[in-house]
């Protein structure tokens, strides 16, 4: 008799049980899906945003401001038919220090470690090796400036150059002086001025700009790294 | 009496009262069955639209498709892009603070009214009107803040050209409701409206960094020489695609309204020139391909004169002897290219110009195109001559820029393009003009007039450039205007394989000290090809290399050279 009784509240448990199971489950699958939905909507929103922002950062950068600043503030010019070089072998060519004795030597060999023997045997073949007079202070900005402008797409022979120029002792605090130098408000606002005064003696502009450069050298000497690449390559 | 009178009714209305019980349920199952069945209805659209419904994001539409698509550069750089703008707008009508203050707040937010003009907007009782178009966020936060309901805000499609001013005339801009109403905006709107198209941005042929330095070096030209105008075209010379095209002055798409009429007219597809000498290559080219001129040592009689009829046609620089064509091509002699040209004869001409596109208007998309002038029924012997040395005869700028590829590609005609050419837009079937032979040829002349001609302002070392100047009078009121001209310098590099045309124009150039008081193309415009060639050369591909050149053998046995000049 009671077991009867219970008979039917157990399957009320278990039909209930069951629904309620079932019901959580498609809750919980429900869940999910908003879930997902959410992150769906994020992505579109984070997309409009980079569509926004892309466009804010075009407008603001937009090609007449750039030149604005290219031309009014930072002075620049066209890279003239010297500055592009042929090949490797012309970009070796700009390197003209002495080698001394310790790059010289074979000792120098065996203690350059990653790809050491192919990195240094290229550089006694560099054709520009008789220029014995070159000052040896001159030499790591003789070295690095082809680097900079270079534009030769052979990077694989380029690196022999690349690390030689990095054994010179006096490499490492340059490279740092060149980056204060950019965050130097007061030598951009001297380069500002200096090109503004050009851009008013615009009568003949090469003959200015020979003017300029030596002005702004001598308020910062490290700026004739960016300097003397353009000389030298009009000389080449 | 009266209770008998009641009882039958009493009767009558027991008898009646299970019809009317019957009649009340059925009225009340009515009644239910409607409650059920709208309750079913309801229940079943439920569950309907919860089965059925697809939830997804992508049945949503996509909201990153764009009301209006892009424009872009052919490196991709936008030009024109639709983004969600914030509008600002008042309700007078609704009006609940005081008009006077509110005024005076909105002329501090927007000074571009006074405040008279906003109490004018407030005290109008309109319904709506717009305050500003295109606020910023932070402006639209500031009007929030002013408290006053009547305000609205609402985020609408705008159009917006990132680059400004950049490329004006191509791009043309859009009227308030989204429809392009000039430029590529207008030929393009269908493409650009269309909801299975405008998902993808549109390439232009352009270059944004190459339109930018033409723009640039030919308002510095403009300014410099107090011209009125300017034009300026850069064509890829074996595929018609413009890499860049300007003309000066040009409004701002982004606010067409404002600016000049001056600015909304094409100098480069839609004015009409008589662009003198640099037809002269054209001419030299026609005879060459007639087999008139078959050396360039042929020799011409350029005395100080050449009387035809009533008309008399004369030299800047006069030779007063016998010259060779490298000669008149270097010197520019107009009375040597008229004898050439009378040889050619008028039908050889017109039918040479007329493959050349020069007697139609120019062939590209933009409907912002001029009529060309010619001679017409009375392209008799004189004016074929005039013609031979681009007077008597006006065409675009652009027409002159086609014509210059035409005659360095080999010789094949091809519509000038604004469309990128890929896959989905080839390169267009050409047809020939010129023979190879005679494109080949031409090179090493137009490399001479830049060497040791009339254009050595527009040299670039390195990059090769080949080129023609010419000056000629600007019609006005049917007359020559001896007091205004029209200089254009026509350049093509690198001469020893050629790949671009470079056409600049000034309109109406002043001398200055610095030209010794001349206003000829070789002083004012010719510089201007030099500076964009130099600048962009390399951004086009051309390597610069001093040790390259044109054939120059072909020409320099042909020149004279006297220690006068």
Not at chain 1, 207 to 225: E, G, N, T, Y
Not at chain 2, 389 to 401: D, E, Q, S, W
Request: overall charge positive.
């Amino acid at each position: 008799m009671s077991a009867r009784g219970f008979k039917s509240v157990g399957w009320v448990a278990a039909v209930g049980g069951a629904a309620l199971s079932c019901y959580m489950l498609s809750l919980r699958v429900a869940t999910e899906r908003n879930e997902l939905a959410r992150v769906e909507r994020q992505i579109i929103a984070a997309k409009q945003e980079i569509r926004a922002l892309q466009t804010e950062l075009g407008t603001r950068g937009r090609l007449s401001q750039l030149e604005n600043w290219n031309a009014d503030v930072l002075a620049l010019a066209a890279p003239v038919s010297g500055q592009f070089l042929e090949d490797e072998f012309t970009l070796a060519s700009f390197d003209q220090r002495e080698p001394d004795f310790a790059e010289r030597s074979a000792v120098r060999l065996a203690s350059a470690d990653t790809g050491g023997a192919a990195a240094v045997k290229p550089v006694p073949a560099a054709p520009a090796a008789p220029a014995v007079e070159a000052p040896k202070d001159a030499a790591p900005e003789a070295v690095a400036p082809p680097i900079r402008m270079a534009s030769a797409p052979a990077p694989a022979e380029m690196a022999p150059a690349l690390r030689r120029a990095s054994f010179a002792p006096a490499e490492k605090p340059r490279v740092q002086a060149r980056t204060s130098l950019l965050t130097d408000a007061k030598l951009s606002a001297e380069i500002g001025a200096a090109a503004k005064a050009e851009t008013k003696a615009a009568d003949k502009p090469a003959a200015s700009k020979r003017a300029v450069k030596p002005a702004i050298a001598a308020k910062a000497p490290k700026l004739a790294i960016a300097i003397k690449p353009a000389r030298a390559g009009a000389a080449e | 009496m009266t209770a008998l009178a009641a009882h039958p009714e009493r009767v009558r209305l027991a008898g009646e009262r299970q019809v009317t019980m019957a009649l009340t349920y059925h009225r009340l199952m009515l009644v239910m069955l409607v409650f059920a069945g709208v309750t079913m209805l309801i229940v079943s659209r439920l569950l309907y639209l919860q089965l059925f419904t697809d939830r997804s994001v992508a049945a949503a539409g996509n909201p990153l498709l764009p009301a209006r698509g892009d424009l872009v550069d052919r490196n991709g750089v936008a030009l024109a892009r639709t983004i969600d703008a914030w509008s600002i707008a008042i309700h007078p009508d609704k009006l609940l603070g005081d008009p006077g203050e509110l005024a005076v707040k909105l002329a501090e937010l927007m000074p571009e009214r006074s405040v008279a003009q906003y109490r004018a907007i407030l005290t109008s009782g309109k319904s709506f009107v717009y305050l500003s178009r295109r606020a910023v966020p932070e402006l639209v936060s500031a009007a929030n803040a002013l408290g006053e309901p009547a305000i609205v805000f609402d985020q609408e499609p705008e159009r917006l050209y990132p680059q400004t001013a950049l490329a004006a005339h191509i791009l043309g801009w859009t009227d308030f409701d989204g429809r392009g109403v000039a430029g590529m905006e207008r030929v393009l709107d269908d493409r650009l409206r269309d909801t299975a198209t405008r998902g993808a941005p549109v390439a232009l042929s352009i270059d944004a960094r190459v339109q930018a330095v033409l723009e640039r070096e030919l308002g510095a030209a403009m300014a410099k020489f107090s011209a009125i105008g300017a034009a300026g075209v850069v064509l890829d010379l074996k595929t018609g695609e413009v890499m860049a095209m300007t003309s000066l002055p040009q409004r701002n798409p982004n606010a067409p309204g404002k600016g000049s009429a001056d600015g909304e007219f094409n100098r480069a597809t839609m004015g009409v020139y008589e662009l003198g000498s640099t037809f002269k290559p054209f001419t030299v080219a026609m005879a060459m391909d007639s087999g008139i001129v078959k050396s360039f040592g042929k020799q011409y009689n350029c005395s100080s004169g050449l009387t035809i009829g009533k008309y008399t046609i004369t030299d800047t620089h006069p030779f007063n002897r016998r010259c060779s064509v490298a000669e008149i091509m270097k010197e520019s002699s107009n009375i040597g290219t008229a004898q050439i040209a009378a040889e050619l004869g008028s039908a050889r001409q017109k039918e040479f110009l007329r493959k050349m596109g020069f007697l139609d208007p120019v062939s590209i998309e933009l409907n912002e195109r001029g009529r060309t002038l010619t001679p017409g029924s009375d392209w008799g012997e004189v004016a074929t001559m005039t013609v031979g040395y681009g007077h008597g005869i006006a065409v675009t700028p652009l027409h002159l820029a086609t014509g210059y590829a035409t005659l360095f590609n080999g010789g094949v005609w091809r519509p000038a393009t604004l469309l990128k050419i890929d896959g989905r837009h080839p390169v267009p079937q050409g047809r020939r003009v010129f023979s190879e032979d005679t494109s080949y040829r031409m090179r090493a002349l137009l490399r001479l007039v830049v060497t040791e001609g009339t254009g050595k302002k527009a040299n670039a070392p390195g990059y090769r450039v080949g080129g023609k100047t010419g000056t000629a009078d600007k019609v006005s009121g049917g007359r020559y205007a001896a007091a205004s001209v029209v200089t254009t310098f026509a350049g093509v590099f690198p001469m020893d394989a050629p790949r671009f045309v470079v056409v600049a124009m000034l309109d109406d150039p002043k001398p200055t000290a610095e030209t010794y008081g001349f206003r000829t193309a070789g002083w004012n415009v010719a510089p201007v090809v030099s500076k964009v060639v130099a600048r962009t050369g390399s951004l086009l591909g051309i390597r610069p290399d001093d040790s390259r050149d044109a054939k120059m053998s072909e020409v320099l046995p042909f020149v004279q050279r006297d220690g006068a000049d």
